[in-house]
């Protein structure tokens, strides 16, 4: 009865059980940004609550993104193992968990705690998400599944301060965080509501990639030893540093730069996240091609590098730079969909969690890099260094993005349209 429903007469997957696949997997993916966010917004109550620098407090975000990048290498291989779903629930409900440790926390030391778990948490998605969308998903709508999956991100990082601010004013910051856990739970449940969605067969995987076999035995980090997997860890190191650096320091040096009132300030990471979004829906439809998958995020990210320069060199009334972050956001975003092909075209049939885990290991240590190079740069007041550093980091992307295919082992075959 699943099959006859979730399946063509061809023995593919249909658009409705695609799309809802991809929706739940998105919504998971939301939730995970939207727990990297959390606390930040609610930095000054902590300060105050707590009597810690913005030093100490910013040190509880090191330690969520460092034991994230450890677990999200190791977490590829639990996937490989025992499947996705297990995973997924488990991640969630540990983030669940730690936004609740978080409202009840006494000390430094306890945020400190609940950060660790959090972090456990976090590092399951991207295993998890992709192994899902590689083995269910219909080819062809790869590259729609990547779109989604990249705006439901941008979405969750705009809902986090959206949802703990308001609440935090009307009641306090352990209602908010108390809040955020509820809402983490409740996703937790739609998921398990439509646990059957998510299922997926490891022993036919295993079966029909070979992996168990006696030739298989030892091999489980042979993927180690292909070139193109490290050359999408380094693509996705810088990617994030860029999003670091967008995220965290370029409006405002862009602001020192054009003399932009604050409130614009403020604007400028909000259009770039709206227009990276709506990238990446036209992104998606250029995906449906992988072959071009390299000269789209070329072109994007060198569109972005282009405009990074405008914001860096040239002259223009100050209302102008939301829009020219807004045109950044928007090539950025095209890329986004084409970004994730990349890795899977690196990614070896039986090794899909173990190969996600260790390429975006690469995100969480790219953001926690990032801020001690450019928060350096802010600091000594050296803002257009900021903005050309943005535009050198997209133009290594391009750069990194034609090594992957250059050194890539396995041979490229277009899916048809």
């Not at 976090?122 to 790869?142: E, M, S, W």
Request: hydrophobic share 55%.
């Amino acid at each position: 009865m699943t099959t006859a429903t979730n399946s063509t007469a061809s023995g593919g997957p249909t658009l409705q059980a695609d799309a809802k696949l991809i929706g739940l997997v998105g919504l998971a993916h939301a939730i995970s940004h939207f727990s990297q966010l959390v606390l930040a917004p609610l930095f000054p109550w902590l300060k105050d609550a707590f009597d810690v620098s913005y030093t100490e407090l910013g040190a509880v975000l090191t330690v969520f993104f460092v034991v994230s990048c450890i677990v999200q290498a190791a977490s590829g291989f639990i996937v490989d193992k025992l499947g996705p779903r297990p995973v997924l629930f488990v991640g969630l409900g540990l983030l669940a968990l730690a936004a609740i440790g978080y409202s009840m926390a006494q000390s430094y030391w306890m945020l400190l705690a609940c950060a660790m778990v959090a972090g456990v948490g976090n590092g399951v998605f991207h295993p998890v998400d992709y192994t899902l969308f590689n083995r269910k998903v219909a080819p062809t709508r790869l590259g729609h599944a990547y779109s989604v999956h990249g705006i439901t991100g941008s979405l969750g990082w705009a809902l986090a301060p959206a949802f703990v601010v308001p609440i935090a004013i009307a009641y306090s910051w352990r209602v908010a965080l108390a809040s955020a856990g509820v809402v983490a739970l409740g996703v937790l449940l739609v998921l398990w509501l439509n646990r059957s969605v998510l299922a997926l067969d490891v022993k036919a995987v295993h079966k029909a990639t070979g992996q168990g076999e006696p030739a298989a035995v030892g091999g489980e980090f042979d993927f180690l030893r292909i070139p193109a997997v490290w050359m999408c860890f380094g693509f996705f190191f810088f990617y994030a540093m860029v999003i670091s650096i967008v995220q965290t320091f370029a409006p405002v040096a862009a602001g020192h730069l054009h003399a932009v009132p604050v409130a614009l300030v403020a604007v400028c990471l909000t259009v770039y996240m709206v227009a990276s979004a709506a990238g990446m829906v036209v992104g998606g439809f250029l995906a449906s091609d992988p072959s071009r998958c390299e000269r789209i995020v070329g072109a994007g990210f060198g569109i972005a590098a282009l405009l990074a320069l405008v914001l860096a060199f040239a002259s223009f009334p100050a209302v102008l730079v939301p829009v020219l972050f807004g045109a950044m956001g928007f090539a950025s975003g095209i890329a986004g969909p084409s970004r994730d092909l990349l890795v899977k075209k690196s990614t070896p049939p039986n090794a899909t969690g173990r190969v996600y885990g260790v390429v975006y290991a690469g995100l969480d240590i790219g953001q926690a890099v990032a801020p001690l190079i450019f928060g350096r740069l802010m600091d000594h007041g050296q803002y257009l260094s900021v903005i050309l550093g943005l535009a050198l980091v997209q133009g290594v992307l391009i750069a990194s993005a034609f090594n992957v295919r250059r050194v890539r082992r396995t041979a490229l075959v277009p899916v048809s349209a």
